[in-house]
């Protein structure tokens, strides 16, 4: 039961995750006047930090990041208990591959909920791409001790492995992968293989 509650919880963070990000990734099918629209929403109601939560969304949909981090900033001022707010910062920072803000906004996320498998996940991203690999390892294994299938958690563990020079570390994730998700694992061997020339 305990193992069904572990994966239950870990496909909901990866679920979470893929959410996340494609609401900042993907230029989704957006009205024309939609960014229009929403300013005038939060000129109408200017302590509504849910209203500058959506425009934060929409300017990052258009890859408008500086007005999106203005945007959460300001909702995050009206209310500093929104949590969204603070990892949305984290992802516009990070999507602007200014990935030292990244590691400010998702220790700050962390700070909220320590033992949260998909914050300690983010945050570990960032310092992966800093190059800091000690530190991003110690955040995917932390990652994966409070959800044992988060299989990007130990796809990216691996990546720090190798990088770090703990091929044999990399190797076992990439054969506990081999039976979990075969395209992870394929892709991981070729990093694998990378990383060991």
Not at 73 to 83: F, G, M
Request: net charge positive; proline share 2%.
């Amino acid at each position: 039961m305990n193992n069904l509650l572990r994966h239950s919880k870990a496909a909901l963070l990866l679920l979470f995750t893929l959410i996340t990000l494609s609401s900042l990734t993907f230029i989704t099918a957006c009205k024309p006047d939609e960014i229009n629209s929403l300013q005038q929403e939060v000129w109408k109601n200017p302590q509504d930090a849910t209203s500058f939560m959506r425009l934060g969304g929409a300017f990052a949909r258009h890859q408008r990041y500086e007005e999106a981090s203005d945007a959460f900033r300001k909702a995050l001022a009206i209310n500093p208990k929104l949590d969204d707010a603070v990892h949305a910062l984290g992802a516009v920072a990070f999507k602007q591959k200014k990935y030292s803000d990244a590691v400010i906004f998702f220790q700050k996320h962390l700070d909220r909920s320590p033992k949260d498998s998909l914050r300690l996940y983010n945050l570990g991203n960032a310092y992966m791409q800093l190059k800091q690999f000690d530190k991003a390892s110690t955040l995917y294994n932390e990652a994966i001790d409070n959800s044992g299938s988060f299989m990007n958690a130990h796809y990216n563990l691996a990546v720090c492995y190798a990088n770090t020079g703990h091929n044999k570390e990399a190797q076992a994730i990439y054969e506990w992968l081999l039976k979990k998700n075969n395209y992870l694992a394929f892709s991981l061997k070729k990093h694998i293989n990378n990383e060991t020339r």
